[in-house]
C-alpha cells in the first residue's frame, strides 16, 4: 500500500468548510484514497473514499488531483462534533481488508 | 454506534500475565480484524480473521493470538505481556464479499500494562 503525507494538525472554524489534504505520490493505479476519522475515545469511523472521480456523501467530498498523487476532504459545514484525527489511506479495493493508518490530521473546530 | 462491541472496556494487567480480550462483530458479518493503538499514534493491523481462519497478519511476534467463532465473534489473546503492549486495541467487522466493504470499529479495549 501506497505511503500517504498529512498535516499533523489543522484548525477550521465552526461553520466553515474544513479542507483537509493528503499526498499519496507513490499511489498505484489499481489503488483507492480512503478517509477514516477517529473521534476521542472512540474506534475509527469511514468517512469516504473513491479512485479518480470526485466524490461526494452525506458526510463529505472527496476531490482526488488528476494526476491522482493527492487528495482533499472536504467537510461543507464543519461542527465542534467533527473535531477528530483524520486519517487518509491508499489500498487496492480487494484483497485482504487490513487498513494501514499513518498519523493522520487532528483537525480542532473552534467556535 | 456501530454494533461491534467489545469487552473489556478497560484493563489492567502486570508484565507476564497474559490477557484475553473479546470481539462481537456486527450483525452479518463473517470478518474480524484487530488493531493495536499506542498513545498517540495510528491503529496498528495485528490480524484478521475470516470464518474462524486466521486471513493476514501483520507485524507482531506469535504471542499475539486469535480466534474466531462459529457466530464470528472473535478473541485477541496476549502471553507474556510486556510494558509495551499498553494500548487501545481496537476490533472492526466486516463482510468479506469479494470486494472491499466499510470496516466497523468497536469502541476498543484500554489495556494498561505494570
Known amino acids: 500500500d501506497a505511503k500517504t503525507t498529512q498535516p499533523p494538525s489543522m484548525d477550521c472554524a465552526e461553520g466553515r468548510a474544513a479542507n483537509l489534504p493528503c499526498n499519496h505520490s507513490t499511489i498505484s493505479g489499481n489503488e483507492y484514497v480512503y478517509w477514516y476519522r477517529q473521534i476521542h475515545s472512540q474506534g475509527p469511523q469511514y468517512i469516504i473514499h473513491g479512485l479518480k472521480n470526485n466524490e461526494t456523501n452525506e458526510m463529505a467530498s472527496l476531490i482526488i488531483t488528476e494526476d491522482r498523487k493527492s487528495s482533499t476532504l472536504i467537510l461543507p459545514h464543519a461542527t465542534l462534533r467533527d473535531t477528530a484525527v483524520y486519517y487518509c489511506?491508499?489500498?487496492?479495493?480487494?484483497?485482504?481488508?487490513?487498513?494501514?493508518f499513518g498519523q493522520g490530521t487532528r483537525l480542532t473546530i473552534n467556535p | 454506534e456501530t454494533g461491534v462491541t467489545q469487552s473489556p472496556t478497560h484493563l489492567i494487567k502486570t508484565r507476564g500475565q497474559q490477557v484475553t480480550l473479546r470481539c462481537s462483530s456486527q450483525s452479518g458479518h463473517n470478518t474480524v480484524s484487530w488493531y493495536q493503538q499506542a498513545l498517540g499514534q495510528g491503529p496498528q493491523f495485528i490480524f484478521q480473521?475470516?470464518?474462524?481462519?486466521?486471513?493476514g497478519r501483520g507485524n507482531f511476534p506469535p504471542r499475539f493470538s486469535g480466534l474466531q467463532f462459529p457466530n464470528y465473534s472473535s478473541e485477541l489473546n496476549v502471553n507474556a505481556l510486556e510494558l509495551d503492549d499498553s494500548a487501545l486495541y481496537l476490533c472492526?467487522?466486516?463482510?468479506?464479499?469479494?470486494?472491499?466493504?466499510?470496516?466497523?470499529f468497536g469502541p476498543g479495549t484500554r489495556l494498561t500494562v505494570l
Open positions: 472492526a467487522s466486516s463482510l468479506t464479499s469479494g470486494s472491499w466493504n466499510e470496516q466497523f
Open positions: 480473521y475470516y470464518r474462524e481462519e486466521e486471513n
Open positions: 489511506i491508499v489500498r487496492v479495493s480487494q484483497g485482504a481488508q487490513k487498513l494501514v
